[in-house]
């Protein structure tokens, strides 16, 4: 009991410092480590897709057998078939495996790793990854050490919820902040805004009006339309409408907004394939999700129109415990770590200038949380970003 103890204090103690994943990572399997005294440790979460397991954190891995590790399938190897079972492996001879990958055979004999145990990382049913421990004996791990590993793996989980919990309550109290804000914001612009837009319109039908001051005319009433969408854009973030829900097919939703998307993602060569499994129906309000998935895919279009290369968008819809997930992929340049904590703040932006307000995401994220439900983004491990939409299935309770 003394180790776990150990254990869940140092990672408890990091989560009431950081909500930093990474860190919370490092920090168990330093402490696992530490305790146990073994010579090898690894820690793999589950990444969108829901197939490829990314190494988060290990300790003690060679370079070339972190390689081997760094991005497993779900269901293959030993690490891969926990994740996908559930059930605790444990193994006296690595190299006696069957279900050792031929990739990493070699790298196994010449590091000497011999005795391994692996467990999966799991809450509410759902797998989130697997914790690992190896060593160069071949001394069979007893019960006890296996159940360390377990509810070590249990509190990591636990740590993760907490921390996500904690960076969306974070969140949300800059959303309601910034919105009071905002919505004063916009009335007081929305006055003025509506004199010049007029008035420069009234200009542009005088038939007498010069063509050099015509252009000019015309540039303040581009700019003063450009300035009103932007206080729209304000007005719909400070606002919280209750959403008018009733039974909502989210494949329609997704085709109707590809259809509207479909010429401007054509002309800029970009290719779309839609993975739409059947789910039930979601309680929403359908013009709202739609809005949703509209800025999703349109964010992924222009992150992938400023570059070269390969151009995919990618729509997933699947069910997923009791909830149902709608994945944006893209193949853009992906969004830099430093940078993945603050997309969805008001007026934060990675678009060049005038591309974008800022306010997209954060409307989308507003949205999607008065429906009960989650809007997160994560990089892929190949290149790109996913954005995740998990909505409650069924109707209304």
């Known amino acids: 009991m003394e180790p776990y ?8 103690d990091t989560v009431s410092r950081t909500l930093d994943v990474e860190e919370i990572l490092k920090t168990a399997l330093e402490a696992l480590t530490h305790v146990t005294g073994y010579e090898i440790a690894s820690l793999h979460l589950l990444a969108a897709d829901g197939v490829t397991l990314e190494l988060r954190a290990d300790r003690g891995l060679s370079a070339e057998m972190r390689e081997v590790n760094r991005l497993l399938t779900m269901g293959e190897g030993i690490i891969g078939g926990v994740a996908a079972t559930g059930i605790t492996t444990v193994v006296r001879d690595v190299m006696g495996s069957p279900d050792l990958l031929p990739s990493a055979q070699a790298i196994v004999r010449r590091d000497g790793i011999r005795g391994f145990v692996c467990v999966r990382i799991h809450a509410r049913g759902r797998t989130l990854g697997t914790l690992s421990l190896g060593r160069q004996t071949e001394d069979p791990f007893d019960e006890g050490q296996v ?7 249990q509190q990591i989980a636990i740590a993760l919820g907490n921390a996500r ?4 309550l974070v969140h949300a109290e800059k959303l309601s902040a910034v919105g009071e804000l905002a919505s004063g914001v916009a009335h007081e612009i929305n006055n003025p805004l509506t004199t010049i837009l007029g008035l420069a319109q009234l200009m542009l039908g005088r038939p007498d009006v010069p ?3 015509r252009e000019r005319i015309a540039l303040i009433a581009d700019e003063a339309s450009r300035a009103a969408a932007i206080v729209q854009n304000l007005l719909m973030f400070a606002r919280h409408y209750p959403p008018e829900r009733r039974p909502c097919s989210l494949i329609d939703a997704v085709h109707r907004v590809v259809a509207l998307k479909g010429y401007q993602l054509e002309q800029d060569k970009i290719r779309v394939t839609l993975d739409l499994a059947d789910c039930p129906t979601v309680w929403a309000d359908e013009n709202q999700i739609q809005q949703v998935l509209l800025n999703l895919v349109q964010n992924a279009h222009q992150a992938m129109a400023r570059r070269s290369g390969e151009r995919q968008l990618t729509v997933r819809l699947r069910p997923r415990d009791g909830r149902v997930a709608i994945e944006v992929l893209d193949t853009g340049p992906g969004i830099p770590l430093q940078l993945l904590s603050r997309i ?14 800022g306010l997209g995401l954060s409307v989308s994220y507003g949205i999607v949380g008065q429906h009960g439900g989650r809007l997160y983004a994560e990089n892929r491990p190949e290149g790109g970003a996913t954005f995740v939409v998990e909505l409650p299935a069924g109707e209304q309770g």
């Open 344 to 357: 969805f703040d008001p007026f934060f932006t990675t678009k060049p200038p005038g591309e974008g307000t």
């Open 5 to 12: 103890l150990k254990i869940l204090h140092t990672v408890s």
């Open 165 to 168: 919990l904690s960076s969306e």
């Open 211 to 213: 063509l050099p001051v």
């Open 147 to 153: 159940a360390l590993l377990e509810a070590t793996a």
